[in-house]
Structures are given as C-alpha cells and as structure tokens.
C-alpha cells in the first residue's frame, strides 16, 4: 500500500453535527446517531437528544436569545439581553418584566456585543465562546441574522422586555472583509415611539436574492404590515397588509420558512405551519406555474402524531441532503414524558429530481411522494392555492435517511424555541 493511500485510510472521519441555538443554550447534535424510528405503533417513543456538545448560555453569564451566523469555520453569537444578576434565567422569559435588565451590561441590558468561537477545533468547539473586537454599533435583542452577497445583515427583534426605546441603529450591516460595521436606514416598524413590548413586534421574515421582507406590527394602526428592503437600493418600502402584495412566489415569503436543495437551483424545501413542501420555481420561464409537492415522507409522523409544533428550521447538509427541525410541545394525554413537555421533530433526507418522462418504468424504483391539492395548502395566499391546482404531478423522489422525536431535557425547561441553526462538519 502507498504512503498516500495509508495517510488517506488514517485520516479521521470528519463528525457530522448539527449546531442549534436556543434563547439560553448552544447544543451541538450528533448527526451520526440520528437513526430512522418507526411510529407505526401506538406507542409514542420519545428517543434522547444525541448530543455532542452543550452549552448553557444562562450559567456562562452570556445574554440570554443570542443569535448566530458561521463563516470560515468560526461561530457568531450576536445580539441578545441580560436579565439581572441573580435572576433566574429560566424565569426571565416567563415574566419579563418582573426580573428586568443588568442595566450595568450593554446598552441599559440589551447587548451590542459579537462571541466567536473556532469550529475547527474538536475539543472546544462552541465552547470556547469570546468577545470579539468589534461590536455592533446598536445593541440588538433577539437579532435577525442574514447573510446576502458576503456581508452580514442585523435587525433587532422582538424583545422579550422593553424598558426603553431600542438603541439605534435597530439595523446595521457588517464587512467581514474590512471588519467593520454600517448603520442602515432604520425600518418604519422600529421608528422610535413610547416604549412597550407589545408595540416592537416583528413577527417573521425571508430573504429572496438581495431583499429581505418582514411582517412587522406597525405603530400606525397596530396592524400587521408587510415591510420590504434591498441592499442595493438601500431603502425600506411598506407593500401592505396583505401577503398576495409581495411580488415573490407565496414559499418565499415571511409565512413560510425554507432553503434551496444546493444541486438545484429551482427546488426550494419550506415548513409552512406543520407541514413540509418542496416548491420547483421557474427560473427562466416567468409565465411558467410555481409546482408544489407535500412531503409526507418528512411530516407524516409529526402529523399523525398531533404534536402542536413551534416554528422549525430548513438547514443545508450538503448538495442534496436536506434537514428539517420542529419543536413543539406534547398535550395532556402523553403517557409519557407527561403534559406540556417539550420535544424536537429531526428528520434527514435526500432530494432528487424525478426523470421528466410520462413512462412510469423510467420512474419504477423511487419513492414518489403525494402532490398536494388545494385543500393541503393553507388558504392564507389564494395565489399559492390556484398554484397547487394547475400543476398535480409530482416531480421529487425523497429518500429518508432518519428521522424521529426527541426529548429535550438538554433543553431545559425553557420553550422549545430555535434561534438559529446550521450544519457543520468538524474534523
């Protein structure tokens, strides 16, 4: 055998994870024991979240609802707010207002400050978290974090208490190549007002190409609005109440919650509530209908099971590997894990495009899936509905390479709610 050859044989497998951040935990998921659980019994079993590293933010003295980015192998946490010192940081979600800020940290609590951690390193991996040299230039609760054409895009959230106006700029964007941050145009929905939580609302958001759009609650009528902003443009649009008004098909908007397949540039993979869809966009032929298909494969377990869940992830695993993440929370007649406990739907799966042939020889052999009808789709987009009815055959076959719920005791008994996450390989 070669040198070469050896050195290859010897080389170290490179570890699969899945990083996800909570509101006070950073937990690292041990993708290769994640295994196919089958539900076809009426027992409900509930496996134990495998874990590869965990971090509890609250007992670090980290704030508490960071959010994160990754770039060149590095991890950001960003953003967040600080409950008192000697507060319970379990308590300070439920009852905000009651526990209030460390006003010494930060910005009156709120926190401008970036955490870095190297991903390359096996052993400290996520653990090693430490103040970066350039913080935002406006503290940030519960961030939105986007990356577009190589920069970073930060907007405040909805803060889980809000004593005072937010400090500006509520949206900024960082140069990694220059290392520096640059207020931007503050949006109308965080235009300062009286102070009050229930008036700094953003509710959801989605990037398509150079725009981002968000569903905002606005100070003009305390009504739901969608807002738009593209970086090039460099300005904030109102486009309406309602979301037929966005001019992108309905799986990109701020209702939906999803990623492209990386080998195809027109498959896009989204959650829409408690259900999973793969969404084939024209690229080139704008005349051409947007097709849809209900993967059933991915959300039949969660469904059957009637596990109300929170909103979950789409996260990239490679160029045809796909994951989804829905937490949610068990009902009263859980004979196991007990009322109201909460729990994490994984599921892994290959995507690939089915042959375009009418023979059903050429497609003998793969899992094809159930298209769905209009009544399969939520009715809150009619644009999505009449969609869904022009175009009925299914184009995706899904190979499933695990799935299964999982306890979240590592959580703890904070509400299964999901920051960010991504995917990474560590070697």
């Known amino acids: 055998m070669k040198k070469t050859e050896m050195a290859v044989k010897g080389k170290p497998k490179p570890k699969p994870v899945l990083w996800v951040a909570t509101p006070q935990r950073l937990i690292a998921i041990d993708m290769s024991k994640l295994k196919i659980n089958h539900y076809d019994s009426p027992k409900f079993e509930v496996l134990p979240l495998p874990l590869f590293n965990m971090l509890n933010l609250a007992e670090k003295d980290f704030p508490f609802g960071m959010s994160c980015f990754v770039r060149d192998s590095k991890l950001y946490m960003i953003g967040g707010e600080k409950p008192k010192l000697g507060a319970s940081p379990l308590l300070f979600p439920r009852q905000p207002r009651k526990v209030g800020h460390d006003k010494s940290f930060g910005d009156r609590g709120l926190s401008p400050y970036v955490y870095v951690s190297d991903l390359s390193n096996l052993i400290t991996c996520g653990l090693d978290l430490r103040k970066h040299h350039t913080p935002m230039l406006g503290a940030k609760p519960i961030p939105i974090v986007e990356e577009i054409e190589g920069k970073i895009y930060v907007l405040s959230g909805t803060p889980w208490q809000a004593e005072c106006l937010l400090p500006v700029p509520t949206f900024e964007v960082y140069d990694p190549s220059i290392e520096q941050w640059k207020p931007l145009p503050e949006p109308p929905f965080h235009e300062e007002r009286w102070p009050s939580s229930q008036i700094y609302k953003v509710i959801y958001h989605s990037v398509v190409g150079t725009t981002i759009y968000v569903l905002a609650l606005s100070d003009r009528d305390y009504s739901d609005y969608y807002y738009s902003y593209n970086v090039n443009e460099g300005n904030w649009k109102l486009v309406g109440k309602s979301v037929d008004k966005l001019p992108v098909p309905y799986p990109f908007t701020p209702l939906c919650v999803g990623k492209f397949v990386p080998a195809y540039n027109d498959i896009f993979i989204y959650i829409q509530f408690d259900r999973v869809y793969a969404a ?20 039949g377990d969660l469904l059957n099971r009637n596990v109300p869940s929170i909103k979950g992830v789409v996260v990239e695993l490679g160029e045809h590997e796909m994951c989804i993440m829905q937490p949610g929370i068990t009902d009263s007649e859980h004979d196991k894990l007990g009322p109201c406990c909460s729990i994490l739907y994984i599921t892994t ?6 042959l375009h042939s009418s023979s059903s020889s050429q497609a003998r ?16 987009s009619s644009h999505h509905d009449n969609d869904v009815q022009d175009i009925r055959a299914p184009f995706l076959s899904i190979t499933c390479l695990s799935k299964g719920f999982y306890d979240l005791d590592a959580w703890g008994p904070e509400a299964p709610h999901i920051c960010s996450a991504f995917f990474h390989q560590l070697i």
């Not at 799966?349 to 089915?354: C, G, I, N, Q, W």
């Not at 052999?365 to 809150?380: E, F, N, Y």
């Open 365 to 380: 052999g793969l899992k094809i899936l159930k298209t769905t009808d209009a009544s399969d789709v939520s009715q809150t």
């Open 349 to 354: 799966f290959k995507v690939d495009k089915l």
């Open 280 to 299: 084939m966009i024209p690229s080139n032929d704008k005349s051409s209908p947007t097709r849809y298909q209900h993967l059933d494969e991915v959300d």
